[in-house]
């Protein structure tokens, strides 16, 4: 469950005095998510969300964050419309943090994903794509290589407190790195970007996705690798292992909507690498710097690692 900051009738009742959404029938914490506190704020009006963004969604990044999901929900693309308080702000302070009340949608995410889910999966993150194309605002990936790094070596200093399994994993990390390099830096198409594309992100409903939520790793970045991510979130069994028809359904379905450019294919691999160590380095730093007293259930970075076995394999020789 992932609450770090604990709100209060009370507090959600000061906060919510600057909305017109109604008195706080109920408000319950969320049993999900890794990132940000989140409660099922019930009102006299209706179902929304409280979100209280911690420490990896920085505040200056929120206009984009906020502003790219009201941009496609403006356009019909199915996904939630941040609230506006009584001077028209998405944002406000609530217990020291920054935080927003969000539309709730209907639909839950599946843990087992047909093929035709996995296709309609991937069509709606190229709609994603091609409906934030007039989008304005820009935000650099806030975990690039530079972060990818700055948490290794955070990990580095915090070794006196990982279990063997993850200094192990530290190791293999390290030598990812080093192998890896910068994998941005073809010249592909590009635009907002999810970034987090993952399963528990796509909300389904009546076999049709209902919602696609959660965009506070949106950012700028190449089309391809937001694809490389959703394929190594929705492709792969839990021990880490590629399923195929996964794979090539959700592949299929983003591509029936946007088709790939030459170069793009060519650098899915490489990207597919630098999405499994990406999520693999998050994981391990928030696995050796977990704090019991947050009602948090850190993910198995080793899972994501062994992602990289299947994307050296489709490197072009
Ligand atoms: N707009 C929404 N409508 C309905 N449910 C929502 C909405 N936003 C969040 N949720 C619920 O809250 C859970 C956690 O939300 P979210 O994924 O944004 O949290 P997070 O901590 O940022 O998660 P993650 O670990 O994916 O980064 C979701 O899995 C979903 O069950
Ligand atoms: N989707 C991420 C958590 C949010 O960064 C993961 O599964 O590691």
Request: net charge negative; with cysteine.
């Amino acid at each position: 469950m992932a609450v770090f900051t604990p709100v209060s009738i009370a507090d959600a009742e000061a906060f919510l005095a600057g909305y017109d959404i109604g008195e706080v029938v109920e408000l319950t914490a969320i049993a999900e998510g890794v990132e940000n506190t989140n409660y099922r704020l019930d009102t006299t009006r209706g179902r929304f969300v409280l979100t209280l963004f911690e420490g990896r969604t920085d505040e200056v990044s929120l206009p984009f964050c906020l502003g790219l999901t009201a941009h496609l929900a403006a356009r019909g693309f199915p996904c939630p419309t941040p609230i506006e308080d009584r001077s028209g702000a998405w944002l406000g302070r609530l217990n020291g943090r920054a935080a927003a009340v969000i539309e709730w949608k209907t639909g839950a995410w599946l843990r087992t994903p047909s093929s035709a889910d996995q296709a309609a999966a991937g069509a709606v993150l190229a709609r994603l794509h091609l409906t934030a194309a007039d989008f304005e605002l820009e935000r650099a990936n806030p975990v690039g290589p530079a972060m990818w790094r700055r948490l290794a070596d955070r990990c580095v200093e915090g070794e006196g407190r990982a279990s063997d399994a993850d200094r192990a994993l530290l190791r293999q990390v390290q030598a990812t790195l080093a192998r890896l390099g910068d994998p941005f830096t073809a010249d592909l198409p590009g635009g907002a970007i999810h970034a987090d594309y993952f399963p528990d992100n796509v909300l389904f409903e009546d076999d049709a996705v209902s919602a696609v939520i959660d965009f506070y790793f949106g950012c700028t970045g190449a089309f391809a690798y937001d694809l490389a991510i959703a394929l190594s979130a929705w492709g792969f069994d839990a021990e880490g292992r590629a399923m195929p028809d996964a794979l090539s359904a959700f592949q299929r379905g983003y591509e029936s909507v946007r088709p790939l450019n030459a170069a793009e294919r060519a650098a899915l691999p490489r990207l597919g690498e630098a999405a499994a160590l990406r999520f693999t380095v998050t994981r391990l730093h928030d696995r050796i710097f977990h704090d019991p007293a947050n009602l948090v259930t850190p993910k198995d970075p080793a899972v994501f690692l062994r992602r990289m076995d299947h994307w050296r394999a489709t490197e072009p020789a």
